[in-house]
């Protein structure tokens, strides 16, 4: 009889033979690690996953495997390659295949990229499943490349609404992939509306709350680390975060948009930290409108990341006044740790959110009105709306333990 191995540790489970046998021929424990192939293409990919890798490391019935490919190699956009070293985890192949994503073409050429290597990639190491993440262009690469070679797929963050190119994406994985986790319920019970079977869609939370519940307060110099230009306001005073990345369906109005913001912050003189946006169409706008802005305001108490660790994010995020912008972030996080956000244009229309969240037109005049009134209002209660910590372990437990079935195999009632 075979048993799974479940008791010894990581390190013997790599390296012993795969029976035992008592002296005659009958085996007496045999054990497959399954193999979990995890492709992360962007900085906030790895963010949304960060603990469902440590949790798949850690687990001794499973191995990882790590690709990171296309704006998660970019310094430009965030490298990730750092932060995984340091979190000691294994990276298995890297995947340079990003262009120059300003545009359709460029996007649509470096998904087909992604295609023809990640296809080489589970070739040569045969995952027993291949994890994907959220709703970037990149990521129905992943989806492609493993259904086509018959390939387990599972995929975190589906069943979500946003405002722009993110849904067909997502919708597009969700209903290519075997096995689903998803942020919350409401999400979950979307995948099966859209006819996707109950038993293979679990309401894990995000991983990405699993950083809220894993931080502890910590006192760093964000100048010193991670450099940056603009001035060095004092942090110690309130101050702003802001991220706001083009609207891939709205890319040629991403230096209006971005210099609608800029121009609505500038008369209120408070400290604001601002970041990098994404690698999406329409980046070159947005890039533009930040450069001209910075050159002639260069007095402004404005400092301009490229990128910063998640723990560093993290505390930033807790300590600030406000978040402006259109990332998930506001929502998300900024929602988790009760900080007031001001969600601005249709990037994040349709997507759940906590009252922490206000909208406004993408206009100089509704951006500023937003942000006061949130700066009026102040903090709101913290929100379990997308978790409450725990959610990387909860789907590494499922890779786990979860028949792995492909769809064909499924047979209808």
């Not at 709703?135 to 989806?143: H, K």
């Not at 006192?219 to 110690?236: A, H, M, R, T």
């Not at 970041?275 to 947005?286: L, V």
Request: aromatic content about 8%; glycine content about 8%; some cysteine.
């Amino acid at each position: 009889m075979a048993y799974p191995l479940r008791a010894i540790g990581k390190y013997w489970a790599k390296r012993l033979p795969a029976t035992f046998h008592n002296g005659n021929s009958s085996p007496k424990l045999t054990f497959a690690m399954r193999k979990i192939c995890v492709v992360i293409t962007a900085r906030a990919s790895f963010s949304r996953v960060k603990t469902v890798l440590t949790a798949i490391d850690a687990h001794p019935g499973l191995a990882l495997q790590i690709v990171v490919a296309a704006s998660a190699l970019s310094e430009r956009y965030g490298n990730i390659l750092p932060h995984l070293k340091e979190e000691n985890l294994p990276v298995t192949a890297v995947i340079p295949n990003m262009l120059d994503v300003e545009n359709p073409t460029a996007s649509a050429k470096t998904t087909g990229l992604a295609v023809i290597e990640l296809a080489t990639f589970l070739a040569n190491h045969s995952p027993d499943v291949v994890v994907t993440v959220a709703d970037r262009f990149e990521t129905i690469a992943t989806a492609i490349a493993a259904v086509n070679m018959n390939i387990p797929l599972a995929h975190i963050q589906g069943g979500e609404i946003t405002g722009n190119i993110d849904d067909r994406i997502r919708n597009s994985v969700s209903q290519l992939a075997d096995l689903h986790f998803t942020a919350t319920e409401k999400a979950r019970n979307r995948l099966i509306a859209m006819g996707l079977p109950p038993h293979k869609i679990h309401f894990t939370g995000c991983p990405s709350i699993d950083l809220i519940y894993h931080h502890k307060t910590i006192e760093f110099d964000p100048y010193k680390i991670y450099g940056g230009v603009g001035s060095q306001p004092d942090l110690n005073e309130p101050y702003l975060v802001v991220l706001q990345h083009p609207v891939t369906t709205e890319s040629n109005h991403s230096k209006w948009q971005i210099e609608n913001t800029l121009n609505a912050l500038a008369p209120l003189d408070m400290p604001v930290i601002w970041f990098w946006p994404n690698a999406d169409a329409g980046t070159a706008g947005t890039a533009q409108g930040m450069r001209a802005f910075r050159e002639r305001h260069f007095g402004l108490p404005f400092h301009f990341f490229r990128h910063m660790e998640s723990r560093h994010f993290i505390q930033l995020l807790k300590n600030c006044a406000c978040f402006v912008g259109n990332s998930s972030v506001g929502i998300r996080e900024c929602g988790a740790l009760g900080v007031p956000a001001v969600n601005i244009g249709t990037r994040q229309c349709g997507r759940e959110r906590s009252p922490n969240a206000v909208d406004c037109a993408p206009g100089t005049t509704a951006i500023v009105s937003a942000v006061r009134y949130q700066l009026a209002h102040g903090h709101y209660p913290p929100s379990g709306l997308y978790g409450n910590g725990g959610a990387g372990q909860r789907i590494a437990e499922q890779l786990a333990t979860v028949p792995f079935i492909l769809k064909k195999h499924i047979l209808s009632a």
